[in-house]
């Protein structure tokens, strides 16, 4: 019964998560505001809410494992895995000093966070920090976005906004019942096969939380629009930490697992730099890095799982 929950808590998760930001994109769009800016906010803010949400309520739980696993698991899979399959579909052109400036930021956040948690302990006052970047990040995007789209005056009448709101507040309810009871089954499946919180935090809530970004970035890069996939991945690789461990934080000062900063963090780094280093002298990124990435990834798991299960 528990793994029947887990699934449907899941969809939930993902749908949920779907019609959130369809629903916010429709009442924005009926109210004139730019669809950069909406893109900036709304869209990045809306697909980290399940890894955000899960995390809070292990925060409330006092499940300090869960926190951190999900948020950098999440890192991983949408590097690794979403990132190196959609390289592997359509290489990327680095065209724009954006993608680099956003890259970096990306590699920055996470090691803003190690340094951070090395008495292995992020404070209210740490999160206060995240919150702030977070704050900063948002706001340049949105004044991006306002340059932009200057000049675009594309309000859609006769929209029904009443439609769009009922779908936010469904999106809304569904992720938030999804994410409390895809918590509380995943605990019970970790313990029912020995496992700790920290792996089915690294896997099961990692990659079920990714699995929009995921269905959205392979179908991107079919039609040939990677760069929507590196604008998506680089913004929520940066969320899970400046929005997700910041808002944990802030409801209950939680504790970091030695193997975060041992383990999970470099092999987030390595991922990032395998895929990124590179492109500052190449301007691109080639099939063959997202073949190592994705290998790696497969090999990270057997190294993860096999050492927190014992």
């Known amino acids: 019964m528990v793994y029947i ?5 899941l969809l939930a998760v993902s749908k949920g998560a779907d019609w959130l930001v369809d629903g916010a994109v429709g009442i924005t769009k009926s109210l004139g505001i730019s669809p950069v800016i909406v893109g900036a906010t709304v869209v990045s803010l809306g697909t980290t ?10 925060a409330y739980q006092g499940r300090s494992e869960v926190i ?17 399959l ?4 359509k290489p990327a052109i680095i065209s724009s000093r954006d993608t680099l400036y956003k890259a970096g930021t990306m590699i920055a956040v996470p090691t803003l966070f190690a340094l951070l948690s090395l008495d292995h302990h992020i404070s209210r006052w740490d999160a206060l920090l995240l919150v702030f970047i977070l704050l900063l990040f948002l706001i340049s995007n949105m004044m991006k976005g306002v340059k932009q789209s200057q000049g675009n005056n594309n309000k859609e009448t006769g ?8 779908r936010l507040a469904a999106g809304c309810a569904s992720v938030v019942l999804g994410a409390r009871f895809l918590l ?3 605990v019970e499946i970790a313990r029912f096969l020995g496992v700790s919180e920290a792996v089915i935090a ?10 929009p970004e995921l269905i959205t970035g392979i179908t991107a890069a079919k039609r040939g629009h990677i760069d929507l996939v590196l604008g998506n991945i680089m913004g929520a690789n940066t969320l899970n930490i400046i929005f997700v461990m910041s808002l944990s934080g802030l409801i209950q000062p939680f504790a970091v697992d030695p193997n975060v900063l041992q383990a999970d963090i470099p092999l987030s780094l390595v991922t990032m730099g ?11 990124i080639d099939r063959w890095q997202g073949l190592i990435t994705i290998l790696g990834y497969i090999l990270c798991l057997i190294f993860i799982i096999g050492i927190r299960s014992y």
């Not at 929209?159 to 009922?166: A, C, N, R």
């Not at 395998?274 to 691109?284: E, G, N």
């Open 49 to 58: 809410l399940p890894e955000a949400l899960i995390s809070s309520f292990a």
């Open 68 to 84: 951190a696993g999900t948020a950098l698991g999440s890192i991983l899979f949408n590097t690794a895995v979403i990132l190196g």
């Open 202 to 211: 690294l896997t099961l809530f990692a990659v079920g939380s990714s699995l």
């Open 159 to 166: 929209q029904k906004l009443s439609q769009h709101f009922i």
């Open 184 to 186: 509380d089954s995943g």
């Open 274 to 284: 395998i895929l990124f280093v590179p492109a500052l002298f190449t301007r691109r």
């Open 5 to 9: 929950i887990f699934l449907i808590s």
């Open 86 to 89: 959609s390289v592997l579909i």
